[in-house]
């Protein structure tokens, strides 16, 4: 190869490589300053001094830390399992080849589109009862009629679950679209010819086929769970009181609130570590995977 033409190929590959190279460094250098800081006793700025695991257990003991993980565990839970459901559904519809699918396809796909801060703000309107749906039926007859969840301490969560079902279940359906337009059309034709039933078709040929893609997406929707932020403060700023805080919000109160950097920084590794749970699990399936699908090559 002439000299030229290699030195074009390597400069081709540094600006190719060193936006992820730089990425990695950055996520990686300040993960491990945000674990050391968390180890010392940092205030409102960062003091070397030595305090062990002290920091750890002041925010595990705190009660706005033990809200917003129960909170996480009730919010993750339904959010994970209904967008899951409801991107599905949509999808099998889609897949039906319907009039209109396009348009059907690009309204779904709308609240990827919005911000967390947009949807949460329009869906903060919504259920705001002095101008949202509560005020709009009222002034229908139906005085009996409540909707103000970002209200009510008990139902504050769940307001938050339904607008990232809105803004989530349109993702999961793009993905599970995908998985059902590459299910090999042989197989489809063999269920039929044995006188499977759509519904017996989808789900003993169709869904086990697509599997990969359930547990991509149950990963993805879970990754957006843990580290939903913005989400929670357009739409109830964690309230009322700490009812609806979750552990982003807490990690946040700790730094800029408190200015307490060294509590703020033991929260920001737990957080770390959870979502660690679960992309490292799902990066070592998707490795066994691969060596699995090349092995048999």
């Given at each position: ?211 990969p893609i359930f547990v991509s997406v149950l990963v993805m929707l879970l990754q957006f769970a843990i580290k939903t932020y913005d989400l929670v403060v357009a739409l109830t700023a964690g309230g009322p009181g700490i009812s609806s805080t979750l552990p982003a919000l807490v990690v946040y109160d700790f730094m800029f609130q408190r200015g307490e950097l060294g509590r703020g920084s033991a929260a920001a590794v737990m957080l770390l570590a959870s979502l660690a749970v679960v992309v490292l699990p799902y990066s070592a399936f998707r490795l066994w995977q691969n060596r699995r699908r090349f092995a048999r090559?």
């Amino acid at each position: 190869m002439p000299p030229r033409r290699l030195l074009g190929e390597g400069i081709r590959s540094i600006v190719m490589w060193a936006p992820l190279v730089v990425s990695c460094a950055y996520v990686v250098l300040f993960s491990l300053w945000t674990t050391a800081v968390s180890l010392t006793r940092s205030t409102l700025l960062p003091d070397y001094s030595w305090a062990g695991w002290r920091n750890y257990t002041v925010v595990l003991n705190s009660r706005n830390w033990q809200v917003a993980y129960a909170n996480l565990a009730i919010y993750g839970t339904l959010f994970v399992v209904l967008a899951t459901a409801v991107g599905l559904l949509l999808a099998v519809l889609i897949d039906q080849r319907i009039r209109g699918e396009n348009v059907f396809r690009t309204i779904f796909l709308y609240p990827i589109a919005v911000s967390f801060v947009v949807t949460g703000t329009v869906w903060g309107w919504l259920f705001n009862p002095s101008i949202g749906l509560q005020k709009l039926v009222q002034g229908w007859g139906w005085t009996g009629f409540r909707f103000g969840w970002t209200i009510d301490r008990d139902l504050a969560i769940y307001a938050i679950v339904v607008a990232a079902i809105w803004h989530g279940s349109g993702f999961a359906m793009a993905l599970f679209l995908a998985g059902l337009r590459s299910v090999d059309a042989d197989l489809l034709k063999a269920a039929q010819i044995d006188g499977a039933g759509p519904w017996r078709t989808y789900t003993r040929v169709v869904l086990p086929t697509i599997g990969p893609i359930f547990v991509s997406v149950l990963v993805m929707l879970l990754q957006f769970a843990i580290k939903t932020y913005d989400l929670v403060v357009a739409l109830t700023a964690g309230g009322p009181g700490i009812s609806s805080t979750l552990p982003a919000l807490v990690v946040y109160d700790f730094m800029f609130q408190r200015g307490e950097l060294g509590r703020g920084s033991a929260a920001a590794v737990m957080l770390l570590a959870s979502l660690a749970v679960v992309v490292l699990p799902y990066s070592a399936f998707r490795l066994w995977q691969n060596r699995r699908r090349f092995a048999r090559v």
